[in-house]
């Protein structure tokens, strides 16, 4: 599968593309100290651990779809 660009295969941002990377990490830091600042619970766990899920996913999208 020499020359495919496989979802399983290591893909490296660009340098343009860290500090993309970067300024989604950051945002997802602020809402994810902010939820835990509010009363916790079975559903804020699960909005927290959707909201690491979602972190995942904008990143690879980041990385995966580079123009």
Do not use: C
Not at 7 to 30: C, H, L, M, T, W
Not at 47 to 67: D, G, H, P, R, Y
């Amino acid at each position: 599968m020499e020359g495919t660009n496989s979802p399983f295969d290591y893909q490296k941002p660009s340098e343009g593309n860290i500090v993309k990377i970067e300024a989604v990490r950051e945002a997802y830091k602020v809402l994810h100290a902010h939820l835990l600042s509010l009363s916790g619970s079975r559903e804020m766990s699960v909005a927290i651990t959707n909201l690491e899920t979602s972190a995942m996913w904008a990143t690879k999208s980041l990385v995966f779809n580079e123009q």
